[in-house]
């Protein structure tokens, strides 16, 4: 069974802060996906960055990076100079490499940047 | 592109109810899923499909049907509906090849009273 923790419920930071979400996953699964969507107040979910389980480098984009470990089986994401745009809830999730493609997600970070 | 469109937007249902929420696919996609969203529970899975003709369930299929007669179609059916299925409903769609990303539908918000 796959399982996708994000312990912090709720964070809150003041504008220009750096913020880490966490991501903890477990699977049986060799190969896998992780993934990193973001919800904003309107709803929608907004795809963020994918991961194959075999790809260990981190990756920048802009004022994000994620940093995967899979020797902790964590997958974070760093939000560099947060921006008031940037409050959302933001999912992290898991999905296999073959056969199904559903996707596990985790509760949700609801991340609060004030001005 | 419309991408992945899901009807209605909003729905309220009495209990014992019973109605279709509509997901259309226009990127040719293999793999289709539904999934529900609750407040501090993420979204759960549903039931999902692998192609046209192939259907399988999720995490929390009970109360729910599904069918994929063509590639582009994915209803969800709620046979009796419940105050437990209000939910907000989420739609995807996904390539089934290696390299590849769901695309959410906008979602249904839906209230059982």
């Known amino acids: 069974a796959q399982k996708v923790t994000q312990a912090q419920t709720e964070i809150s930071v003041v504008e220009k802060e750096d913020v880490t979400l966490d991501c903890v996953y477990e699977?049986?699964?060799?190969?896998?996906?992780l993934f990193w969507y973001k919800q904003p107040p309107s709803g929608e979910l907004v795809f963020l960055i994918r991961?194959?389980?075999?790809?260990?480098q981190n990756e920048i984009s802009g004022r994000y990076s994620w940093n995967f470990q899979k020797s902790t089986s964590s997958f974070n994401f760093t939000i560099t100079a947060s921006q008031v745009v940037d409050s959302a809830v933001y999912f992290c999730?898991?999905?296999?490499?073959?056969?199904?493609?559903?996707?596990?997600f985790g509760s949700g970070t609801r991340l609060q940047v004030q001005p | 592109n419309a991408g992945v469109t899901q009807t209605p937007k909003f729905q309220v249902l009495k209990t014992g109810q019973s109605m279709t929420l509509q997901c259309a696919q226009d990127m040719n996609h293999e793999y289709m899923s539904w999934y529900r969203q609750d407040p501090g529970m993420g979204l759960r899975l549903i039931h999902y499909s692998v192609g046209a003709g192939i259907t399988d369930q999720g995490e929390v299929p009970n109360g729910y049907n599904v069918s994929r007669s063509t590639t582009e179609d994915f209803p969800l059916r709620l046979l009796s509906a419940a105050p437990s299925q209000t939910s907000v409903y989420f739609c995807?769609?996904?390539?089934?090849?290696?390299?590849?990303?769901?695309?959410f539908g906008q979602g249904t918000r839906l209230t059982v009273v």
């Open positions: 995807a769609s996904s390539w089934g090849g290696r390299n590849t990303e769901a695309f």
């Open positions: 699977t049986r699964d060799t190969t896998y996906y």
């Open positions: 991961r194959n389980s075999f790809d260990e």
């Open positions: 999730a898991l999905s296999g490499f073959t056969g199904r493609r559903a996707l596990t």
